[in-house]
């Protein structure tokens, strides 16, 4: 398994970041203080850092029929692992910017994927292959 990544992102409410990404998508919590919080985002960390001012960045770019919103991070999940969370963030209520879906369906590289959004706006994907060796492929 590949090391893993460190990203860390504003938010403008540590305790609403704390119920998204520790409640809703079950990430386990780390080290925090009054100002950051360090998630475990499937072996990945992930640091909310707080920032009243916080906005994201409203920028898409269109992809396979879909506006994607620019930046954005997740994590490349198993397929039965997509479909778990998606049907979780669905029964929840979550607002999907692009709902769960086949992306590229037939081609190289289809992929599941979905697009939310966090409390602070920051943009989620998550994805699934029903082959990882499609993850890079060309």
Not at 28 to 35: K, V
Not at 72 to 97: C, I, P, R
Not at 122 to 128: D, G, T, V
């Amino acid at each position: 398994m590949p090391r893993p990544f460190h990203l860390a992102f504003p938010v403008h409410d540590l305790a609403a970041a704390r119920a998204f990404y520790g409640d809703l998508l079950g990430c386990p919590e780390g080290r925090s203080s009054e100002q950051w919080i360090d998630f475990d985002l499937y072996g990945h960390q992930i640091v909310a850092h707080l920032h009243s001012a916080a906005k994201p960045v409203a920028t898409t770019n269109p992809v396979d029929g879909h506006d994607v919103p620019v930046p954005h991070f997740g994590v490349v999940l198993t397929m039965d692992d997509w479909q778990a969370l998606a049907a979780k963030l669905e029964a929840a209520g979550v607002a999907f910017g692009i709902a769960p879906h086949i992306r590229f369906q037939g081609q190289v590289g289809e992929q599941a994927t979905m697009f939310f959004r966090d409390p602070s706006g920051n943009a989620l994907e998550f994805k699934a292959f029903a082959d990882d060796a499609m993850v890079f492929a060309k």
